[in-house]
C-alpha cells in the first residue's frame, strides 16, 4: 500500500509557473514509477508527464512538452512537476500516481492516487 499526498497547486497568472510535490508514504517510492495526470472541468482525466523508478526513462504528452518538467527524488520519497509557462488551460486538478514495472501513459496501469491539487491559470 502506498499513500500519495500533493502538493504546490494554487492560482497563477497566465505565463508563471508552479511546483507540484507527490511525497509518499507506505512501501518504498523507488519500487514504482511514478506518473502526473490531471483532470479539468467537464473533461476526461488526461495524462501529463510519467517518470521510471530510476528517472532514467520520462514521457510527457504533447500538450506540456517543453513547458514542464517531472523528476524525482528517491531518497526524499517525493516527485515533482515542475509547470513553467503556464495556459488558462492547464486549469485542472492534478493528480500523482504509482505503479510497478515501466513508467506509461494509460491511467488504467496506475494502482495508487493522490487526492489531487488544484492548478487555476488565470488569463
Known amino acids: 500500500q502506498v499513500q500519495l499526498v500533493e502538493s504546490g497547486g494554487g492560482l497563477v497568472q497566465a505565463g508563471g509557473s508552479l511546483r507540484l510535490s507527490c511525497a509518499a508514504s507506505?512501501?518504498?517510492?523507488?519500487?514504482?514509477?511514478m506518473g502526473w495526470f490531471r483532470q479539468a472541468p467537464g473533461k476526461e482525466r488526461e495524462f501529463v508527464a510519467a517518470?521510471?523508478?530510476?528517472?532514467?526513462?520520462?514521457v510527457y504528452a504533447d500538450s506540456v512538452k517543453g513547458r514542464f518538467t517531472i523528476s524525482r527524488d528517491n531518497a526524499k520519497n517525493t516527485g515533482y512537476l515542475q509547470m513553467n509557462s503556464l495556459k488558462p488551460e492547464d486549469t485542472a486538478v492534478y493528480y500523482c500516481?504509482?505503479?510497478?514495472?515501466?513508467?506509461?501513459?494509460?491511467?488504467?496501469?496506475?494502482?495508487?492516487w493522490g487526492q489531487g491539487t488544484q492548478v487555476t491559470v488565470s488569463s
Open positions: 507506505g512501501r518504498t517510492f523507488n519500487m514504482y514509477a
Open positions: 500516481a504509482v505503479k510497478w514495472g515501466a513508467a506509461t501513459m494509460s491511467q488504467n496501469d496506475y494502482e495508487y
Open positions: 517518470i521510471s523508478r530510476s528517472g532514467g526513462s520520462i
